[in-house]
């Protein structure tokens, strides 16, 4: 029997990183990739992402037995079109990774394509090949949007072909699907960017504010870095949803006016206190829809060489480091590191390693 070939379209963060979930479970798959970037494909190919790049994409097609799509909302749609007009094996599945699901569902259903919605609910605010990660899935939801029950066996072998992924397969209709993510996932990037932008008005008023800008604005803010042209497309995709979630945000912030000017303290109060207990109780071990970024705050002293002494106490420990990044917040110090690790084991752990073994002040934020 010949090896299972897997085509994916679009080696950005998502196509690269399931290319290298997939090999990692079964290194005998044999994957073809196809990016419209020669340099993303360059990249692909010589850090063995991908195992060639074909030449012709319609041959390509015919000899893949699942095709992932990995490319933008509104590009994913037109690969559905040029798959529809390409004689595929009758097994093949096509699955892709967009952020919405009524729409692209409908559309292979029109081209009566053999399509299963996928979303894996977990990412970033980077993209492209450079961010590719093995370990991005881990534990968080990978979303599929089966439409018949025939599917179920097909759903088996992506769960199967994508197992290396370690994330938490889930079935959801593609409807609820986008209402679910609307609200946990579109709505959150339009405030978080809304308040980016309210707060750049600002700015310009107040100059010393982006230096102080710190803890709380940093942290709701995160995804407003996220690709703009990626969430365009998103909110286009789901406007239906999202009009009627803005709507709804619209009377909050309505509503928190009105308790402004009356003066209501204790439905100021109750405001907080329901988002508090809802927040509190929200689980915190896994990725879902709500990423999981386990941060350190260290405090960096005017010292030579005290960043490179934290980094280096660190290599010895087994924990994973995520990210690292200098942030200027302070005057009267260099800056503060902030650690970014997989889990809250490791962010522990890390903590009680810098605090035994330096003088360094650790915050949680
Ligand atoms: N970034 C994230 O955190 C997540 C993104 N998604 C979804 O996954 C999909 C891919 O997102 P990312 O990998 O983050 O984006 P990305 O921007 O990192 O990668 C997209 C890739 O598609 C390629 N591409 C664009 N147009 C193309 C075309 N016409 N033909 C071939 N290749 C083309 C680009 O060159 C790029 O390499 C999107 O639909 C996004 O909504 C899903 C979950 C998380
Ligand atoms: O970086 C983050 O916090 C994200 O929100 C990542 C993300 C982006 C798009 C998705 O469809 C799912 C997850």
Redesign the pocket.
């Known amino acids: 029997m010949s090896k299972q070939t897997v085509m994916i379209?679009?080696?950005?963060?998502?196509?690269s990183s399931l290319a290298r979930c997939i090999k990692k479970n079964h290194p005998n798959v044999w994957i073809c990739g196809?990016?419209?970037?020669n340099e993303?494909n360059k990249t692909a190919v010589e850090n063995k992402v991908v195992d060639y790049l074909p030449e012709s994409f319609e041959k390509a097609a015919q000899a893949s037995d699942v095709i992932v799509l990995?490319?933008?909302?509104n590009?994913?749609q037109?690969?559905l079109k040029e798959l529809s007009t390409i004689a595929l094996k009758k097994e093949t599945i096509i699955t892709?990774?967009?952020?919405?699901k009524q729409e692209i569902v409908c559309t292979a259903k029109g081209y009566n394509l053999n399509f299963i919605g996928g979303?894996?609910?977990?990412?970033?605010?980077?993209?492209?090949?450079f961010?590719c990660d093995e370990n991005l899935f881990e534990n968080a939801y990978y979303i599929f949007t089966p439409t018949k029950i025939e599917q179920e066996n097909q759903v088996k072998q992506l769960e199967e072909l994508f197992s290396g992924t370690r994330a938490k397969f889930v079935q959801l209709d593609p409807k609820e699907h986008d209402e679910i993510t609307g609200m946990l996932s579109h709505l959150p990037h339009i405030i978080a960017s809304g308040l980016v932008n309210q707060a750049e008005g600002f700015n310009q008023k107040h100059p010393r504010a982006k230096q102080l800008a710190a803890g709380g604005f940093r942290d709701i803010t995160r995804i407003a870095s996220?690709?703009p042209q990626?969430w365009t497309?998103?909110l286009l995709s789901n406007r239906h949803v999202l009009l009627q979630m803005l709507s709804k945000w619209q009377k909050t912030t309505s509503q928190l006016s009105f308790w402004l000017e009356n003066k209501d303290i204790e439905q100021i109060h109750r405001f907080f206190e329901n988002a508090k207990e809802m927040r509190d109780h929200l689980p915190t071990d896994e990725k879902g829809s709500i990423p999981a970024f386990y941060d350190l705050f260290v405090d960096v002293p005017d010292r030579p060489g005290s960043i490179a002494e934290i980094t280096s106490l660190l290599a010895k420990v087994p924990i994973s480091l995520t990210n690292i990044k200098i942030l200027e917040t302070r005057e009267e110090i260099i800056g503060v590191l902030q650690l970014t690790f997989k889990n809250e084991k490791d962010l522990t752990t890390a903590k009680m390693y810098i605090e035994n073994k330096t003088d360094y002040h650790c915050r949680l934020q």
Do not use: F, Q, R
């Open positions: 379209i679009g080696l950005g963060l998502i196509g196809w990016d419209k970037s993303t990995a490319v933008p909302v590009t994913a037109y690969y892709d990774t967009s952020s919405t979303h894996p609910m977990a990412g970033s605010h980077k993209s492209g090949i961010a996220s690709d990626m497309d998103i």
